[in-house]
């Protein structure tokens, strides 16, 4: 399940079998190709690729066959690497909340 957070509303899955490629930290070179769900929320319009963390990339740039598994697919999205500032993760918020309650701690 994946819920839009803007909307408080479980995304609804649109279609499987998508195929996109994972580019390198350059934004250019293709480096993995993926074969993902996408889901969308109904209410805002935002959809998302999903792949599962057991599935493995349908090709590898170290392979021969590369160029023919994109060629073939034709994926229409290619996939920048995060930024050096990812957006902030629920670690993040905990890690932050147990630095508050450490300097809670000193005031006492
Ligand atoms: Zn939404």
Known sequence: MIVCVRCQRIMRPRKNGVPFVELLEDGMTPYKLWESDQWECEDCGTSVLHVDSRQNP???????????????????????????????????????????????????
């Open 58 to 108: 349908l090709a590898h740039s170290y392979e021969e066959t590369f160029g023919q598994s994109i060629a073939a697919f034709d994926p229409a999205i290619r996939a920048k690497q995060r930024g050096p500032r990812h957006p902030v993760t629920v670690r993040d918020i905990e890690r932050e909340s147990d630095r508050m309650y450490d300097q809670e701690g000193q005031q006492t």
